[in-house]
């Protein structure tokens, strides 16, 4: 709910949101965004399944080697925080909108 409000007020776009927040793939996405989303899914869920080819596709759809890196950090990162978080208990605070 955090992170849709957010990307809902930098995109204006309530169908993306939905979308993203219910099921990826029906989102209308390039097909960078698609491979990026691809390669965090696998990096999330089955880590121990990566390969060079996950490498090479981002690169096939335009990322660099930096961004690469950026984004498995960033993959990395909110997994890390993500177990933390769930390891201690800890609950997220209520949201609300600025238009509440």
Request: proline content about 1%; aromatic content about 8%; cysteine-free.
């Amino acid at each position: 709910m955090h992170h849709g409000a957010g990307l809902l007020r930098l995109t204006n776009d309530k169908v993306l949101v939905e979308a993203l927040k219910t099921d990826w793939r029906s989102a209308s996405l390039s097909a960078a965004d698609r491979q990026m989303l691809t390669y965090t899914e696998k990096l999330t869920l089955t880590p121990w399944d990566m390969v060079e080819a996950d490498v090479i596709a981002l690169r096939d759809v335009g990322f660099s080697d930096a961004a690469i890196l950026d984004i498995n950090q960033v993959t990395g990162y909110y997994a890390f925080v993500n177990r933390l978080a769930d390891g201690l208990g800890v609950e997220l605070e209520a949201y609300q909108s600025a238009n509440q």
